[in-house]
């Protein structure tokens, strides 16, 4: 039963976002009402699909269902996610050239934008909260760490591999999950 409320749930997710950090939202809403995950147990899984390689939601289904069910779990959770938009992909690349001018589909996808937009909005929110305001409390060291990969990567264009790297670097240094010599 597990394997088909995650396929499920998964496959809901691949339908109602747009891929990337729009994934976010939803995943956050199936995990936390199926009580599978908690806040923090998001908020690790979404730094760990952003650092490792690959498409966010397929990170993203991935741990979450092995986490949730194990390996079949989390092959379950990408065949999912990966069902809404293998189908879109093939029904859109069969109606392709009757789309591409159309000004119904320019005005669609005018909309779909800000609405991206707000939802990635919405998920820094969420994570902001939960990393740099746990318990309410400010958590100076992962402010500074933020501060610092955004400056990085907007003013120093740093790579992105680089930033993250550094990171969590960081992170080890200063939460002691390797203790320094």
């Known amino acids: 039963m597990i394997y088909l409320q995650l396929f499920l749930s998964f496959v809901k997710v691949g339908f109602t976002s747009f891929g990337g950090m729009s994934m976010v939202p939803v995943i956050m809403e199936e995990m936390g ?17 952003e650092m490792t390689p690959g498409s966010l939601g397929v990170n993203c289904a991935t741990f979450a269902g092995i986490q949730t069910a194990g390996f079949v779990g989390g092959l379950v959770a990408v065949l999912g996610v990966l069902t809404p938009a293998l189908t879109l992909t093939l029904v859109v690349a069969i109606f392709f050239t009757r789309f591409q001018k159309n000004p119904v589909m320019q005005r669609v996808l005018r909309v779909v934008k ?16 939960s990393s740099i305001l746990p318990g309410r409390r400010l958590d100076l060291a992962a402010l500074g760490i933020a501060v610092l ?29 390797v203790p320094i010599l």
């Open 33 to 49: 009402s199926h009580g599978w995950m908690t806040a923090e147990d998001l908020s690790n899984l979404i730094a760990i699909a």
């Open 114 to 129: 800000p609405i991206c937009v707000a939802m990635i909005s919405g998920v820094l929110v969420t994570l902001f909260q």
């Open 149 to 177: 990969c955004f400056v990085l990567l907007r003013t120093r264009k740093c790579s992105i591999p680089a930033v993250i790297g550094l990171a969590a670097a960081l992170g080890v240094v200063c939460y002691g999950v």
